[in-house]
């Protein structure tokens, strides 16, 4: 017999696929389809690492078992290709981005393709190709025309190394989340988009997603919906006023003081002389830490502003104090203080001696207007570098902004020599000093007569998490040179039935989201949801459990484990019989030669099969086998669907096996498996439709009979089904059984067996 050699039979099968292209996915109206993407990756230079395979794996377990089902699939892929890294290593060697880029992303292809991945490579796409940045300035720009896409100036974190702006989610412990350095706080006229107008719908859709519970808990958290009122407390000796939001207006008689973040914008009018030093100082301290860090901090932090407000309930004066607990995001930035009923105001209140008064509720009508706010801020989108997507903008001579016409999309990138920001901060496209300038169409508004005028194009870039909130819709047509994508395709393959990753719980999935909801109001989307089902896996960590880095040398390349000899097919089942899907797991060398041991057995069953056996000596467990794996797969309890196989091959062995037996395996193993199932099916000349159970094999022999002894149950024995009828013989199977036989020891009283219940009582 042939020894089984994975890497032979890969070749073979890939280099068909790749000749035949099986994935093409094409839209057939009337036939069922299924949709089905992973989160698309960044290809850095260190290509895939057996984390992403468990990502990708997941994805082409489930195309191929839909396929065997003969659904009609389609199973794209892309690459997230804008970012820092490229842009740092553009800065360090000179080499562009984009070629880096392009190696990044033919190697990523390579190792995908090893792996034998179900993919219709036609729709591959690239966030950094003008091709499909063209379509992100075209959503921009849709944005932009109903004031969802705005300017403002704030504080933000600011990346002294990299030279670029960091929204909340991108600063861990105070420091950036791509190089690790201490961030600070810079205030800038950044580009937002307006996510909180759908905040409402947002929220209120959440708990019909088929998505895990730990994720919409985290998105109803990072929304943070709250109903309260206003409440305006009057300065003394000033003209201004502080306008506070609560959730409980009626304690306002309990309000002592009030505190204000720092950042609060009217506190320089109200602050006094004798305070301004201590107050700025503290301002600056507080700037330096994150919002998290803010709220977790145990030991208050304050400063007097010096001044006071009147309470409106009580007309008594009361200080005003600023204190870093209190976010400038949330509500108003001003809070009333009622240490009586909230915990944090009596800390703050024991700490620097403020009063504490026992509350008298009221009506709060009189002194306040109803008001719901949400913690969510919105969407900051800018960033000051020269890797992303230029923003369609240009502005006037007196800095108004101007959308660059659709018919001159795409804005592409300029190539420059110098990829560092210039002295002031700005992404080095400020240096592109041809590529900056531009003549935009204007209408007198006088005349109404048209006339180009030349401008200044916008220097900053989008963020990532643009490109990344629409590519499932663009995946349905990618090549569409008219439209961002087509609505005929739109409307047969979207939403996405299921979608796959391990990050961006809030910030992609959010956005993803919004973006859906505002094209759905344009009339582009026909549903208001992206993704119907959602798979949140874990990670494959380091052998010693730390989470696998370029950086810390401990990154495992699958090529190197396929190479090895154990073959793509040994990768990828280790990978679904690691652990729980939703878990964490850390790679193991031993377990990998473990599952080549079995597909080496599952090689040898099939293809030195004598025939010993016919196809109904094993129909019990086959049937049971193919009805463990479908379910299982439906779950996504891959692990457990491997277990079974591995127990239905131990059987064969054991049992002798017949051609339906082994055509059954291949079958079910092709989803994990596909090149050594596809040899398998090739020799036996069978297709690969999935099988499907014949019920009357599953039905059980035996029953379970629950006993009791003196009402608490003590065991649970199988008995033959068939004995039911025969009450003698029941409770002498009973009291033959070692453990009853230890609680009854004193003697048995009495005996009662209820049929129906399978039930044996015994009192003794």
Sequence with gaps: MKRFNPLEIE??????????????????????????AEMFPYPSGAGLHVGHVRNFTIVDVLTRFYEQQRLNVMRPFGYDTFGLPAE?????????????????????????KRLGYAI?????????????????????????????????????????????????????????????????????????????????ELLDEIDALDWPEKIKTMQ??????????????????????????????????????????????????????????????????????????????????????????????????????????????????????????????????????????????????????????YRMRDWLISRQRYWGCPIPIAYDKEGNPHAIPEDELPVILPEIQDYKPDESGRSALAKAKDWLKVKIPVKDPKTGKTHLEEMTRETDTLDGYACSSWYLWRYVSPHDKKQAWDKEAIAYWAPTDIYVGADHAVAHLLYVRFWCKFFADLGYLPFREPIKKLIYHGYINAPDGKKMSKSKGNVIDPLDV????????????????????????????????????????????????????????????????????????????????????????????????????????????KPFAPHLASEILEKYGADDEWPKWDEKYLVTDTVELVVQVNGKLRAKISVDVNDLDDESKIIDLVKSNEKIAEYTKGGIKKTIFVKKAKLVNIVV
């Design 11 to 36: 070749k073979k099968w890939q280099k068909k696929w790749e000749e035949e292209k099986p994935y093409r996915a094409e839209v057939k109206p009337g036939v069922p389809k299924m949709y089905i």
């Design 562 to 669: 396929i190479n090895d000899g154990y073959g793509a097919d040994t990768l990828r089942v280790y990978e679904m019989f690691i652990g729980p899907v939703e878990l964490d797991a850390a790679w193991d060398p031993r377990s990998v030669g473990g599952v080549y041991r079995f597909l080496n057995r599952c090689y040898n069953l099939c293809f030195d099969n004598k025939n010993e056996s016919s196809d109904n000596k094993n129909a019990v467990i086959r049937n049971k086998t193919i009805k463990k794996v479908t379910e299982d797969i439906y779950k996504c309890n891959f692990n457990t669907a491997v277990a079974a196989l591995m127990e239905y091959v131990n059987e064969l062995y054991k049992e002798g096996a017949a051609t339906g037996d082994l055509v059954t395996l291949a079958k079910l193993l």
């Design 120 to 200: 219709d490579w036609n729709r591959e796409i690239n966030t950094s190709d003008p091709e499909y940045y063209k379509w992100t300035q075209w959503c921009f720009l849709q944005l932009f025309k109903k004031g969802l896409a705005y300017q403002k100036e704030s504080y933000q974190w600011w990346c002294p190394v990299d030279q670029t702006v960091l929204a909340n989610e991108q600063v861990e412990n105070g420091h950036c989340w791509r190089c690790g350095h201490e961030v600070e706080k810079k205030k800038m006229k950044q580009w937002f988009f307006k996510i909180t107008e759908y905040a409402d």
């Design 220 to 373: 109803k958290n990072w929304i943070g919906r709250s109903v309260g009122a206003e409440i305006d407390f009057k300065v003394v000796n000033d003209a201004h006023s502080i306008t506070v939001f609560t959730t409980r207006p009626d304690t306002i008689k309990g309000a002592t003081f009030l505190v204000v973040a720092p950042e609060y914008p009217d506190l320089q009018y109200f602050v006094s002389d004798d305070a301004k030093e201590a107050v700025e100082k503290y301002k600056a301290e507080a700037l330096k830490k994150s919002e998290i860090e803010r709220q977790e901090n145990k030991e208050k932090t304050g400063v007097f502003t010096g001044a006071y407000a009147i309470n409106p309930a009580t007309k008594e004066k009361i200080p005003i104090w600023v204190a870093d607990y209190v976010l400038s995001g949330y509500g108003t930035g001003a809070i009333m203080a009622v240490p009586y009923n909230d915990e944090r105001d009596k800390e703050f209140a024991e700490k620097f001696d403020l009063p504490i008064v026992e509350t008298e509720l009221v009506d709060f009508d009189a002194f306040g207007t109803p008001k719901t706010t």
């Design 88 to 112: 740092n290593y553009a800065i360090k060697t000179g080499t562009a981005p984009q070629e880096v880029t392009k190696a990044n992303t033919d190697n990523f292809r390579k190792q995908a």
